[in-house]
């Protein structure tokens, strides 16, 4: 690990077209960590989103593809990459291409979000077409902090799902399978409500399904908790004055309760009798209200012993951090040594000096190659001589170093 790159996971090269606001731009990178300052609007956060596309999924914004094309454009992007990766050396290609309709090419985009499945994201692999983006997990792992984020412990619980399941997503790839099935036969379950279908063999099937894709689901998110909960006491162990107090987390839901008391066969058929016994119920919710999408992630401030939901911001944003570092300390063990990269947007907010220079440590012992963002390039004076350093201005990228 470190900066001559040995057994860690960094992008060298990065090329964007017609992305954001990107008309073009390459940026030539080594593998330490990469410090992008520049004013509110230049483009720092779309350049950390264009690296977050290099895994599986819709990236750290999560929006429609045809919504990141850059407005001036011919309507498609692209975003290439060399890289360092869990496969060896390999260059890695992703975008919107396909003719855009005409209404798209006359910038009217009503009906974006239809043509996305019109028009797909293609990814390539040292030149070669993959059928999805899901074989990206065999190359890279990226870990991403978003300032969206700061209100994890005080937003709603699919907030901490989500985020819950992305860390899952890390360890095993398959888990977005899963949790597909079960949401579509759930999706088919409430449809059936909806219309007023009471045939026992129809529902029965779907949640059969639900029952047993549910519980996988909930068995994952168990053993991602013990994973992290682990790592988490040995870091407490190992710094117990970190800057970054160690959290106190548990799953509560009804599955995961299910799962702690019965094997999981037992915990599929409970599941599936309780889905049998609420339609009536479920009917007239609307929507199915037992399952592993109605589970949480509680969490606690250790050291205070409080919910986190109840400290202050920038404790939050401390717990926040240091779950994060766990969980890329999780994966550096689990890929021997490999840290994934780390995309940290708008990181220095809310971080006093102590432990903006604390995080800088963790990265750097870590070897993780992490793309950090800010304003304010002074906030990163601690990372002087130890990391890249770039301008952003109107959709322009520059090296300061």
Not at 23 to 41: F, H, K, L, M, Y
Not at 123 to 136: F, Y
Not at 215 to 223: G, H, K, T, Y
Not at 336 to 352: F, N, Q, R
């Amino acid at each position: 690990m470190g900066s001559d790159g040995a057994n860690s996971l960094w992008v060298e090269r990065l090329g964007l077209t017609n992305f954001r606001s990107y008309a073009a731009a390459t940026v030539e990178a080594d593998a330490r960590p990469q410090v992008i300052a520049g004013s509110n609007g230049s483009g720092k956060t779309n350049l950390l989103e264009a690296l977050s596309l290099l895994s599986p999924g819709q990236g750290m914004r999560r929006v429609p593809f045809v919504d990141l094309v850059r407005a001036q454009g011919d309507g498609n992007f692209a975003i290439s990459a060399r890289a360092h990766t869990l496969s060896g050396m390999a260059s890695i290609g992703t975008g919107l291409q396909g003719r855009p309709t005409s209404q798209q090419a006359d910038g009217d985009f009503s009906e974006r979000n239809s043509r996305t499945s019109e028009r797909g994201r293609i990814v390539r692999i040292d030149g070669t077409t993959q059928s999805g983006s899901g074989v990206l997990a065999d190359y890279l792992e990226i870990v991403w902090v978003t300032p969206a984020m700061d209100g994890l412990f005080t937003g709603p619980a699919s907030e901490r799902r989500r985020f819950l399941d992305r860390l899952i997503l890390c360890f095993d790839p398959g888990y977005r399978t899963i949790a597909g099935r079960f949401e579509r036969a759930m999706t088919s379950r409430n449809r059936l409500l909806a219309d007023g279908v009471r045939e026992n063999a129809q529902l029965a099937g779907f949640e059969r399904v639900m029952a047993e894709n549910g519980v996988a689901v909930a068995a994952a998110r168990l053993e991602a908790v013990a994973a992290m909960v682990e790592i988490v006491e040995r870091r407490r162990e190992r710094d117990p004055n970190s800057a970054f107090p160690w959290a106190a987390f548990r799953l509560e839901g009804s599955l995961e309760d299910s799962l702690r008391r019965v094997s999981a066969i037992e915990a599929e058929d409970d599941y599936a009798r309780v889905l049998s016994e609420t339609r009536d119920r479920d009917r007239g919710a609307g929507r199915t209200l037992d399952g592993p999408h109605r589970s949480d992630l509680i969490v606690e401030h250790g050291p205070k012993a409080v919910a986190a939901r109840h400290s202050s911001t920038g404790e939050q944003k401390a717990l926040l951090l240091g779950l994060v570092l766990a969980h890329a300390e999780l994966l550096t063990e689990r890929q021997e040594g490999a840290a994934p990269i780390l995309l940290l947007d708008e990181i220095t907010a809310h971080l006093d000096a102590a432990r903006r220079a604390a995080l800088f440590d963790e990265i750097l012992r870590l070897g993780a190659q992490a793309w950090m963002t800010g304003t304010d390039e002074n906030a990163f004076d601690a990372l002087a001589g130890r990391a890249g350093f770039w301008r952003v201005e109107e959709g322009k990228i520059a090296s300061r170093t």
